[in-house]
């Protein structure tokens, strides 16, 4: 059974750096896509970054292009999202995702097939 657990949200000032991660077991994602979204309180989720397992193409929404990279451990089958230069609006439950269907990341949530349980993310202005 595939499982991804997600830590390392917080409350954090404006201005701060966050470095979450997902720790995923069950399986090997090969050529597969794994990414991150968001989603806050009365809205949708939202893609943040996906990253190609194998090829390590990475792409991100442009609200956090600059600030946000995404990154990951074959070996420890593990996925990163390192998070500088906070704003309040970067404040939501983060999620990661895998796709076992799509071999670049997609922004469309209904394309992945597993998730995190989700970590909270709180920016203080």
């Known amino acids: 059974q595939v499982q991804l657990v997600d830590s390392g949200g917080g409350l954090v000032q404006a201005g701060d750096s966050l470095r979450l991660s997902c720790a995923a077991s069950?399986?090997?994602?090969?050529?597969?896509?794994m990414a991150w979204f968001r989603q806050a309180p009365g809205k949708e989720r939202q893609f943040v970054a996906g990253?190609?397992?194998?090829?390590?193409?990475?792409y991100y929404a442009d609200s956090v292009k600059g600030r946000f990279s995404i990154s990951r451990a074959t070996a420890a089958n593990t996925l990163y999202l390192q998070m500088n230069s906070l704003q309040p609006e970067d404040t939501a439950t983060y999620y990661c995702?895998?796709?076992?269907?799509?071999?670049?990341?997609?922004?469309?949530?209904?394309?992945?097939?597993?998730w995190g349980q989700g970590t909270q993310v709180t920016v203080s202005s």
């Open positions: 990253v190609n397992w194998s090829s390590k193409d990475t």
């Open positions: 995702a895998a796709s076992t269907r799509v071999s670049s990341a997609t922004v469309i949530a209904s394309k992945y097939d597993y």
């Open positions: 069950g399986r090997s994602f090969g050529n597969n896509t």
